[in-house]
Every structure is written in C-alpha cells, then in structure tokens.
C-alpha cells in the first residue's frame, strides 16, 4: 500500500511537471492580455500600480518554465537536493502568487474610485476635429462597450467639445452599430447608445483583475499540490530503506 502510494506521488510529480510547462504559457498569456486590455483604458485609470498584479504573474509565468524543468529533472533522478530545491521554489512562488491575489483584490475595489476620478476629466478634453490619444479612448470605448457619456448621452452636453460645435450632437461613437444613417444628433435620441461608460468601464476593469486573481488561485493550488507530491517523495526516500527509484540511474544524493 506504501510502495503505491509512493509511486502514485512520482507519477503525479512528472505530470505535474509537465502542467508546470503549460501553465508558465497561460500565465505569461493572462499577463500579456491584462497588459493590452489596460492600454485601451489607460485614460480612464490613472492609477499604473494596477498593472503590478500582471508584472508578478508574468515573471511567475517566466519561472514557471525553469520550475518545471528542475522538476522534471528531480522526480526523474529522484535527487534529494534536486527535490528540496524544488520544493523550496515551489513554496516562494506560491507565497508571490498569494501576493497576486491579495494586490488584485485591493487593486479590484480601487477601480470605481479610480476611473470615478478621471472620466471626467477626459470626456471634458474631448476634442473631434482633431482627435488625440484620449479623445481616440473615448471613441474606442464607447464602439467597443457600446455606451455613450459618463452616465449616459445627455453628459456631453457639458463637455467643452459639445458647445464649441454647438451643432446639438453627440459623437458619432456614440451611434448604434447597426445604424449607417446616424448623425448622432440628440434630436433622435433612440440612434444612440443609452447606457453610460463609466459603469461599462469599471465592469470591464474588474473583470480584468479577476482574470489575473482567478489564474493565480488555479496554479497556487496546483502548486501546493507539487509540494505535497514532493515532499511525499522525500520523506520517503530519508525514512524507508525499501524505497525504489522510479528509473534506473536515479541518484540517491
């Protein structure tokens, strides 16, 4: 039952080393998304201390890939030293991962008050005739979510841009997708999207950060699991002199 249940941990250990591979990937995939995504709001969010989560779970996702080569190299040789090392690195980038978790949540519930603090501003420079990267925000955000003002189209009204044109119209992002004869004129009000950005972007913002939260949980837990398999495998090996090395040429060092 022993002998079972040790080499059911070997096993598991290799496979694991393996996900370890795999993982590194959609680690480095989930940072890179939040990294792209966050480019497209970075108008609305003044705060880059958010990017922080998705600095760490990149760099997680680099180790990751040196992790599941010393792993694979330990649980095939069986070394003493190979494994605690490997369980020593599994357990710091852990505790990092925790760290992801616990910033994306802090980072989570700062999002309302961030981009609360800041759409105002860049509505308000909004400029048409001659768009910059913000007023290029704006129209990407508003075709993207599909929304239109801060709380809803009627916020233009105060904006600067909309009494220098004084033509009673809001931008043409602001028009339905599915409307080609829109002039965005507030004279049709049902040509325009009615529901506010600054909800949609929150939304959007908070669902970034729990991308990074949700991916740091699955891998921790996956982790602990390697560390558990691993440290099986040690204690093992130092107390059962009837221990078999899973491969010929395994190291007893």
């Excluded at 680690?27 to 880059?48: K, N, P, R, S």
């Excluded at 955000?141 to 009627?154: A, D, P, W």
């Excluded at 972007?201 to 950060?209: G, H, R, S, Y």
């Excluded at 009837?242 to 491969?247: D, F, K, N, S, V």
Aim: charged share 15%; with cysteine; proline share 2%.
């Amino acid at each position: 039952m022993g002998q079972c249940g040790i080499t059911s941990s070997k096993t598991v250990l290799v496979f694991l080393n393996l996900i370890f591979w795999a993982a590194a990937g959609i680690l480095c995939y989930v940072g890179a998304y939040v990294f792209i995504t966050y480019d497209d709001y970075d108008h609305f969010f003044e705060d880059v201390y958010t990017l922080i989560p998705a600095v760490i779970i990149i760099a997680v996702g680099t180790l990751l890939f040196i992790i599941g080569l010393i792993g694979c190299c330990a649980t095939i040789r069986e070394s003493r030293c190979g494994l605690a090392t490997f369980v020593i690195i599994l357990l710091l980038v852990f505790i990092t991962e925790v760290v992801v978790v616990v910033l994306g949540y802090i980072y989570r519930a700062k999002v309302e008050d961030e981009v609360d603090h800041s759409i105002r501003k860049v509505y308000n420079g909004y400029n048409g005739t001659n768009p910059d990267a913000a007023s290029r925000a704006i129209d990407y955000v508003q075709r993207q979510l599909r929304c239109c003002g801060i709380h809803n189209y009627s916020d233009w009204e105060n904006t600067v841009w909309f009494k220098q044109t004084k033509n009673n119209s809001v931008p043409l992002s602001c028009c339905k997708a599915a409307l080609s004869n829109c002039t965005g004129s507030l004279a049709r009000p049902m040509d325009l999207y009615s529901e506010g950005c600054e909800a949609l972007v929150v939304k959007k913002l908070q669902e970034i950060m729990m991308y990074v939260i949700w991916a740091a949980l699955a891998f921790a837990a996956i982790q602990l699991l390697g560390m558990l398999c691993a440290c099986i495998v040690l204690c093992r090996r130092s107390r059962d002199p009837a221990y078999e090395l899973l491969i010929t040429g395994g190291t007893y060092a």
